[in-house]
């Protein structure tokens, strides 16, 4: 009996000797290298790369105190309301770039958050007695407003002025606001021209080791809210007839997208490019404009050729991008700074299986198989995003795209696998963790096609405008232009063909066929309206889009008006297309009034 008792015991010890040792023994040592953690140096406290160092010092290189524009950015935008953050958090990034005798008065105020302007319009503030829990309740104040001027109603106004040129007289208050900030304006234009742009992370600052997944993009966001008030100066400019200052604040904008998209990672590429967008569409008006001369004309084509064509969205995904999903996978799996993360941390719960979550974790990982995949996959994205001929590049992207789309779909282990085996686990981590961080290359890539497709539209019209300024005409063939203004007219990188060109009676239409590449007919209607304006060109010609009664909101953040503007949905029984279109002249609008007590 004491034999068999022992012939069962025995295995039954080892086996739960092996089920503790899997789920209590040693994690699995971890070897730095090229295919591993891609990077030897530095190292954080716990021995691994300290990836956020390592593109910190990447960023300080060269840049001091007098040539670099955060110092001034930061002067004219002081601790604006992001993240909550503090003065102390501010401090630290001035202290970090050399930033000295701030003058807090000085600080820019968005106009949005400008109370003088809705005093100067006439608004007048409810008096609506506390709610249930002990502030005012926002739906009685809307049944009690005394006046019909509301904040809606001028925050819309305001909106109109950042779109077409306006003067002083028309809205007293925005002017006002101008003559406030100008000196905190002045402050951008200048760290626009300046050649670098180093402004790290205050999060980055405050915490000796921090995720690079949970980094503030401060620069970024902060930078977005200093375009719009650019934009809405630069269109006061051009409706007072100082068209050259009016250049200057729009191509401040440019300068200041190109310096957010120097950085590493593609949120940051994303921005920079929205930036600039907003800013060719200010510079339809400052060509549309009768006082343009051809001296500045002139001017403008030659800034715009000084602007980089592309913001190297291939190198943030072999940089940043990859160093972020090498840090996270060494918190899940390994536990780096004495805690290891949860995939629920990373705000990724919802695509990962429920028996992943409850049991992976609890058990030992080796990181080694997600580090060496997510390498594997970082070196053939990026390679493929370096690929310049599009249509090569595109077919690689779309290869790569399905690849993806079977990362971690495959058959889920059983839970007693899980448990019982280590290599299971790390297994499966590692193709969960790759599949979760894998960026979106297609659309990614899109976006940054975009953007060259629209500075080379814009450099052609700034040298049609250059033209019409010197003979009184447009040209009937864009080949016109070069070399005497241009040095070569550009092909449509989505066409491979020269962009459409057309004269009408009262200017000319000239566009691209866009990322679906089918020429629409010169339709630029791309799912939603992106101005408060509501015109498109559609089939060619400028038409007002009506809006309906309850916009939806906007998905697509376009950096001008912030992840809370609503922009008005375009009516489903308009023409499809996503043609990049440039119309002379542009519509005349009529200006709206604020409501009549």
């Known amino acids: 009996m004491k034999r068999k008792l022992l012939y069962i015991g025995i295995p039954l010890a080892l086996l739960l000797g092996w089920f503790l040792y899997q789920q209590f023994g040693p994690t699995p040592t971890l070897k730095l290298g090229k295919s591993t953690t891609y990077i030897t140096e530095p190292l954080a406290e716990d021995g691994l790369p300290d990836y956020a160092a390592v593109i910190f010092a990447k960023q300080r290189e060269g840049v001091t105190p007098e040539n670099n524009g955060a110092v001034p950015f930061w002067r004219a935008m002081g601790p604006q309301d992001y993240n909550n953050m503090e003065q102390s958090m501010f401090q630290l990034a001035c202290d970090e770039i050399g930033l000295e005798n701030l003058d807090t008065g000085a600080f820019l105020v968005p106009a949005y958050t400008d109370d003088q302007i809705y005093t100067d319009f006439g608004y007048v503030a409810p008096e609506v007695p506390d709610g249930e829990y002990g502030y005012a309740d926002d739906m009685a104040a809307s049944d009690k407003q005394p006046s019909a001027i509301t904040k809606d109603s001028i925050q819309a106004l305001i909106e109109y002025a950042k779109e077409r040129p306006w003067t002083a007289e028309q809205y007293p208050p925005l002017a006002s606001w101008v003559k406030r900030n100008n000196q905190a304006l002045d402050l951008l234009v200048e760290a626009g021209k300046r050649p670098e742009f180093y402004s790290p992370s205050p999060s980055f600052l405050n915490e000796p080791n921090p995720a690079l997944l949970s980094l503030w993009l401060t620069s970024s966001q902060v930078g977005r809210s200093a375009s719009r008030e650019l934009n809405l100066r630069g269109m006061l400019h051009l409706g007072e007839g100082r068209v050259e200052l009016a250049w200057q604040d729009f191509f401040a904008i440019m300068q200041l997208g190109n310096h957010i998209a120097r950085g590493d990672t593609c949120v940051e590429k994303l921005i920079g490019i929205a930036m600039r967008d907003v800013a060719m569409s200010c510079l339809d008006d400052v060509l549309n404009s009768e006082q343009l001369t051809e001296q500045l004309a002139r001017k403008i084509l030659s800034d715009l050729q000084s602007l980089p064509m592309r913001v190297d969205m291939a190198g943030a995904i072999d940089r940043g991008e990859r160093f972020m999903f090498l840090d ?3 918190r899940v799996t390994c536990g780096r700074f004495g805690e290891r993360v949860s995939i629920n941390s990373l705000s990724f719960s919802s695509r990962v ?4 979550e409850r049991l992976a974790w609890k058990g030992p990982i080796d990181a080694t198989p997600s580090l060496k995949l ?13 690929i310049t001929d599009r249509k090569n590049r595109q077919a690689k992207l779309k290869e790569l795209d399905n690849e993806m789309q079977s990362l971690g779909n495959g058959k889920e282990p059983s839970l007693f696998s899980i448990f019982a085996s280590e290599s299971v686990r790390s297994q499966q981590t590692s193709e969960k963790l790759v599949s979760l961080f894998l960026p979106a290359l297609p659309s990614l890539m899109v976006a940054e096609d975009r953007l060259q497709a629209n500075l080379e539209l814009h450099r052609i019209a700034t040298a049609l405008a ?6 009184g005409s447009y040209p009937k063939k864009l080949e016109t232009l070069a070399p005497t203004i241009m040095g070569s007219v550009p092909n449509d990188l989505f066409a491979n063909q020269p962009y459409r060109y057309d004269l009408r009676d009262d200017g000319y239409l000239l566009y691209s066929i866009g990322k679906n590449e089918i020429d629409d007919n010169a339709t630029d209607n791309d799912g939603i309206v992106r101005n408060s304006l509501s015109w498109r ?13 309850s916009p939806e909101r906007n998905s697509y953040s376009d950096g001008a008006y912030g992840e809370d503007y609503e922009a008005p949905s375009v009516e489903s029984d308009l023409p499809e297309g996503d043609d990049l279109v440039i119309r002379m002249p542009l519509p005349k609008v009529e200006w709206p009034t604020l409501p009549q007590e």
């Open 537 to 549: 060109v559609i089939n060619g010609e400028w038409t007002q889009v009506p809006k309906v009664e």
């Open 353 to 356: 299986p429920s028996q992943l």
């Open 466 to 471: 250059v033209y019409h300024l010197e003979q």
């Open 328 to 330: 996270s996978a060494l």
């Open 374 to 386: 997510g390498n594997r996959w970082y070196n053939r994205l990026a390679n493929a995003a370096r």
